[in-house]
């Protein structure tokens, strides 16, 4: 006993430790059981109603027969029959397919190219080489592709020219090599992922620079397509800019950042564009970035490539829409389809997934009215 | 002391900052040309821990154990060691929500002993062996003054009923039960066939799934998790200490390892006035024939608290209640 | 001191030798094995986007988040991961909905800016993570072909409690959780763009 603590700080002393001897367990104790009751209050997160689909595929609806303008996208049957009065002027239909599955010619790693040659020869880059087939796709010869080819065009002598990053390679008509034109600066070399030929001259689709590269037959510059205005250029979102050019020297590009096919003259003017941003109509273009792919027709028409609706669409000009080869043709995993068009106008299209060259004939028209 | 102690601290940030930095500045890209000046945001990938924070768990962990074998070996006051126990139920238990635990480290350690490709970390093994070489050294102090599941059940505790030893002695086998299922599951799974009837358990960890108090720590879970919260707070307030005594594993190998400690709670003998008095507040009923079971014994201080002659020979002044109330909690 | 023999104090200064011993070894043979943090992280490359990174993290807010690579990302105005191109467009043609069910996927203009017309600019995509709830709904709408796949799902250790075994990779049905020893190099997505 501390004879020195007078008694009221004693009595305090003996309240404060009875305090915390007797009363704080069972504070503590009631403290623990509401903060579990809390717990069994407190909202967790709760699994979705509907399940989740485990694969991703593409927005597509397309069994359903609801009309234009309820808000999906419409496949090719309901474009035809949701304008009533009007049906698309052309139908396309497959008519050979080179590299499937039982094709001996098949692909077994990849598909990155296909260009259309003289006497409708058929060029395609894939599995490390460049392939070149004959107009019934029986293979003629192949040779060694450089390493990480992207893309591949082909001249009216038959030469060969493949893009890959930096540079573009040269082979004769024989596959023998020729020369390597370096494209781009050193610290920045050329992402070449379309090249074609006119007239002696080279067009290039660098992606990294985000313009087309007009080089000589030695590789030097000759200027730039594609810019617009101070500092505009092509907004490539997937970094993959696709060109063609037609008799005339009017060039389209595809820039799939605005929704839009451009066209150009050689020396970089601006002519005109169309195209924007849809999912509902069949001419407009889908996604966040399309159209991927281009060609053009003999006659004059645009075919363009998408990607996640996989279709491949042919074009007016000025943008108005002829025909839509569907999406039950390609893989639903695309994230291109290579494209050219041979001298009959039959479509080579190139499915990077399936590793298939699909070829698309015009099918004979018929007379308005009657059923297809 | 204190100038040292600041420059290790600095030290530390600074190797963080510095370790942060290089783990960064591999991912810097050059951004793409949209005119405009732009670059990219902060680091996509996510920012490691810093060293600090994984430090800090081990280090409070240590510090707790010190602290624990201090106040209960040397100082022997409960009021400081209900202050750590609050402590460390704020600290390992609210703000580290109950994870990493040593209990459920046992699990780790077992997979990583039999898995040689599954990886534990370098906290994960502190947690395990820590306490464990406390025990071997200075007795179950983890269990007395750092486990936040032992002193939720120690702080609730309002008037312990009288366990027969023998039942006593008898649940406690059930740890080594628990213990021997929690490693079966952890390493192996179960898998049992017995002519068409078959079971197949891939790897669980049983204790995790089953922590009593980690609903209570998350202040969420499941309704089942909760109730056994609830059984558990409700049944320790009636009951010294339930879990910790015939439950769980972790408690089975300290109770083995507190019994060939090198020091550990003791009732002299030579100071004795066969009172009686430490063992009617032992609530966990660890003192046999007026000697601590160092085996069961729960390092809460309450014996040293209670008697007259520790108190008196400690010379801790204490109030004159200490010597007056029985403490029968 | 209680008085012991001096044979049971032998006999139990071995044990506690022999405890030590063993303590250690298994410690050390265990460190050897042990990495600077093994902690847990996703795989982009397993992970399908189920939504139950979301339901079955033991915190009430997930401490998976999504997260954007932006080297991989396009920056595009019409990004399928922020706007439901599904959804109805305004008069401009531009969708209205939004993916994300908690609007945490936050744009902002970057770069040359064309006030006229949106669609020539660039987006700068960042996920609001006090927000995002890692349902995975705009790392789905990312993948490839839609998008370029830079939207990823990862655990923040920011976040993560680092529980002795993860509730999502219990739950996860692609095995998508794994454990990785450096924390920081989260395993990164090699879907081709």
């Known amino acids: ?372 | 002391m204190r100038a040292r102690r600041r420059s290790l601290w600095l030290l530390l940030l600074l190797a963080a900052a510095f370790a942060s930095n290089v783990l960064v500045a591999q991912y810097q890209k050059k951004p793409p040309d949209f005119g405009g000046a732009y670059s990219f945001p902060s680091p996509t990938h996510p920012e490691p821990r810093a060293t600090w924070v994984r430090t800090m768990d081990i280090s409070m962990l240590a510090l707790g154990l010190g602290a624990a074998s201090w106040i209960i070996l040397k100082r022997r006051n409960r009021d400081a060691l209900l202050l750590l126990n609050i402590g460390a139920i704020a600290y390992f238990g609210f703000y580290r929500k109950g994870c990493i635990c040593p209990i459920g480290s046992i699990q780790n350690v077992t997979l990583a002993l039999v898995d040689s490709r599954y990886l534990v970390s370098f906290g994960v093994i502190a947690f395990f062996f820590l306490p464990l070489v406390a025990a071997l050294l200075v007795g179950r102090v983890f269990c007395g003054g750092v486990c936040p599941l032992g002193a939720v059940q120690d702080v609730v505790l309002v008037r312990p009923v009288r366990v027969p030893e023998r039942l006593d002695r008898a649940l406690g086998w059930l740890r080594y039960v628990y213990l021997a299922a929690a490693v079966w599951f952890a390493g192996w799974g179960f898998h049992l066939a017995i002519g068409s009837w078959s079971v197949n358990v891939g790897r669980r960890f049983l204790i995790c799934e089953w922590d009593p108090f980690i609903s209570l720590f998350r202040v969420s879970g499941p309704f089942h998790m909760l109730a056994i919260g609830a059984v558990f707070v409700v049944g320790g307030m009636f009951v010294g200490r339930p879990y910790c005594r015939w439950l769980c594993p972790y408690g089975g190998l300290l109770s083995i390892l507190s019994k060939v400690s090198w020091r550990n709670v003791e009732i002299t003998p030579d100071k004795e006035t066969d009172c009686g008095l430490c063992a009617d507040s032992c609530p966990y009923g660890a003192i046999h024939d007026l000697r601590a079971d160092r085996g069961s014994c729960l390092a809460c201080a309450r014996c040293y608290v209670s008697c007259p002659r520790h108190l008196e020979h400690c010379g801790i002044k204490a109030g004159p209640e200490a010597l007056i109330q029985v403490q029968r909690r | ?193």
């Open chain 3, 1 to 193: 001191m209680i008085e012991k023999s001096t044979r049971r104090r032998f006999i139990e200064g071995s044990c506690r030798i022999l405890g030590l011993v063993t303590l250690g070894s298994t410690a050390g043979l265990l460190t050897q094995r042990a990495s600077a943090g093994a902690v847990y992280q996703v795989d982009p490359n397993k992970c399908k986007t189920c939504d139950l990174c979301r339901t079955a993290c033991v915190l009430s807010l997930s401490a998976v988040k999504a997260v954007n690579d932006f080297e991989r990302c396009g920056y595009c105005m019409l990004c399928p991961a922020y706007m439901d191109v599904n959804s109805t467009p305004d008069e401009k043609g531009i969708p209205t909905g939004k993916v994300c069910p908690q609007d945490a996927l936050k744009r902002r203009v970057v770069g040359r800016v064309d006030a006229d017309d949106p669609n020539n600019n660039y987006y700068e995509y960042v996920v609001d993570e006090a927000r995002c709830d890692g349902c995975g709904k705009c790392v789905k709408a990312c993948l490839p072909p839609a998008g370029n796949g830079s939207l990823r799902l990862e655990i923040r250790y920011s976040r993560c409690v680092e529980c002795n075994e993860c509730a999502i990779q219990i739950a996860c049905p692609d095995s998508a959780i794994a454990r990785v020893s450096v924390p920081g190099l989260a395993p990164v997505a090699t879907h081709t763009p």
């Open chain 1, 1 to 372: 006993m501390d004879a020195n603590r007078p008694d009221s700080d004693a009595a305090r002393a003996k309240a404060h430790t009875r305090f915390w001897r007797l009363w704080f367990a069972p504070i503590a104790a009631v403290g623990a059981l509401a903060t579990l009751a809390v717990g069994a209050f407190r909202v967790r997160p709760t699994p979705r109603s509907t399940p989740s689909q485990p694969v991703v595929q593409p927005p597509v609806a397309p069994t359903s027969t609801s009309p234009a303008g309820s808000g999906r996208i419409l496949t090719m049957a309901e474009a035809q029959t949701a304008m009533p009065a009007r049906r698309l002027p052309r139908q396309y239909v497959q008519t050979a397919q080179l590299g499937g599955v039982s094709s001996p010619d098949k692909f077994l790693k990849d598909l990155s190219g296909i260009a259309a040659g003289a006497d409708d020869h058929v060029y395609a880059i894939g599995d490390g080489e460049v392939r070149v087939f004959d107009a019934a796709l029986v293979r003629l010869r192949s040779w060694r592709a450089p390493e990480g080819a992207a893309c591949l065009a082909v001249g009216p002598d038959g030469r060969v020219y493949v893009g890959s990053s930096g540079r573009v390679d040269v082979f004769d008509p024989a596959g023998v090599h020729v020369q390597t034109l370096t494209v781009g600066e050193k610290d920045k070399p050329a992402a070449v992922t379309a090249i074609k030929v006119f007239r002696g001259e080279l067009l290039v689709a660098d992606a990294n620079v985000r313009l087309i590269r007009r080089l000589g037959a030695d590789g030097a510059a000759r200027g730039m397509v594609g810019h617009l205005g101070k500092t505009g250029r092509f907004m490539l979102p997937n970094g993959s800019l696709d060109l063609a050019i037609d008799a005339g020297g009017l060039v389209y590009a595809t820039d799939t950042g605005r929704h839009q096919v451009t066209t150009w003259t050689l020396d970089g003017a601006p002519i005109g564009k169309f195209g924007k941003f849809g999912m509902r109509n069949p001419e407009d273009f889908v996604g966040c970035c399309n159209p991927v792919n281009l060609a053009l027709t003999p006659d004059g028409k645009v075919v363009t490539g998408e990607k996640m609706v996989a279709r491949v669409k042919v074009f007016e000009p000025d943008g108005t829409l002829l025909a839509v080869i569907g999406p039950e043709h390609f893989d639903p995993a695309c994230v291109h389809i290579h494209l050219d068009v041979d001298s009959h106008g039959r479509i080579l299209a190139a499915d990077p997934v399936r590793r298939v060259v699909t070829v698309f004939s015009l099918a004979p028209s018929r007379p308005p009215g009657e059923p297809a």
